[in-house]
């Protein structure tokens, strides 16, 4: 499973520092009886925003009587169980919603972020999963996000900045496996893609 590595830097400070050399685990976040062996497990690979290079991710192992779990530690810039960073995940949405799927989808197609697939359909079903993400959100961060539009745009206004998808796994942390899957925010199964 992936948790997030609670650091507030940004991509080049993470990977330049190889700062998953500092990432740590005091508790096991898929066990609270406290009966884990925690252990480092290496790192694995994992494309850098610009979808070619690739930085490292650290991971752990909890050992227990009943089995193992690995646990990686995915710093926040990145998106969760998808390539790419949640930025970029928000901005393809924040378009979308300006320009309408099909316009948005045709501009990323002349410049494609991190190579992932770029039809009206993929643009479409990735705004309607970020919407169902963001009524959750905004229903936790009421005083915040009262009387908003669920929209990524209209959130970003009410928050007064460009980093929404950021600011939600901050504000959320603790509650964001209740957010689901789809928004990339949350924990889940790790991709890696390779291990060494
Ligand atoms: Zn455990």
Not at 12 to 18: A, I, L, T
Not at 102 to 130: C, H, I, T, V, Y
Not at 132 to 155: D, H, N
Request: aromatic share 8%.
């Amino acid at each position: 499973m992936q948790t997030s590595f609670q650091n507030d830097c940004s991509y080049e400070e993470y990977h330049s520092n190889k700062l998953w050399r500092q990432a740590s685990l005091k508790k096991c976040p898929v066990h609270s009886d406290g009966q884990c062996r925690l252990e480092r497990h290496g790192t694995y690979e994992r494309y850098a925003p610009d979808g070619q290079n690739k930085t490292r991710i650290a991971r752990f192992i909890c050992r227990r009587d009943e089995g193992t779990v690995t646990i990686s530690l995915l710093p926040q810039f990145f998106a969760a169980q998808h390539p790419g960073t949640l930025q970029e995940f928000e901005d393809q949405v924040a378009a979308a919603e300006k320009l309408g799927a099909g316009k948005a989808a045709e501009q990323f197609r002349s410049s494609p972020p991190n190579g992932q697939r770029q039809s009206d359909w993929w643009l479409r079903r990735r705004m309607k999963r970020l919407h169902r993400t963001l009524a959750v959100a905004k229903e936790r961060l009421i005083e915040m996000f009262q009387g908003c539009e669920v929209t990524v745009t209209a959130m970003r206004r009410a928050l007064g900045k460009n980093d929404l998808l950021l600011y939600l796994r901050r504000q959320l942390h603790g509650s964001l496996k209740e957010l689901g899957s789809p928004d990339r925010l949350c924990c889940g199964r790790p991709r890696p893609i390779s291990s060494e």
